[in-house]
């Protein structure tokens, strides 16, 4: 089995920044895209932001400029730096692993248990 465990979020104020992490562990081989999504109040969940194997990014226009995704492969982490923060970034965030186990027999999809991001004054 593979654990993943979410850490980072919390209050913060208009402006300001906060980091969030995403560490699994477990029967893990091989870990391919890794992913962060949120779920606002009400709102459906959405991609913000995933990071290839390689290294390769791509961000959901609303986070462009202020948000940073990155990998730590020998630790089997992702992070998020945010920045700049506004009221609109609150949000539950997730991060989605696809990860591949030490049999490499398939790609299977994990997620956080979910960390809340506050943004206001």
């Known amino acids: 089995q593979v654990q993943l465990v979410e850490s980072g979020g919390g209050l913060v104020q208009p402006g300001g920044s906060l980091r969030l992490s995403c560490v699994a562990s477990?029967?893990?081989?091989?870990?391919?895209?890794m992913s962060w999504y949120r779920q606002g109040p009400g709102e459906q969940r959405e991609l913000v932001a995933d990071?290839?194997?390689?290294?390769?990014?791509a961000y959901a226009d609303s986070v462009k400029g202020r948000f940073t995704i990155s990998r730590d492969n020998a630790k089997n982490t992702v992070y998020l730096q945010m920045s700049s923060l506004k009221p609109g970034d609150t949000a539950v965030y997730y991060c989605n692993l696809k990860i591949v186990p030490r049999d490499r027999s398939y790609e299977y999809i994990y997620w956080g248990q979910g960390t809340q991001v506050t943004v206001s004054p």
């Open positions: 990071i290839s194997l390689g290294g390769s990014t």
């Open positions: 477990g029967n893990i081989f091989s870990i391919n895209t």
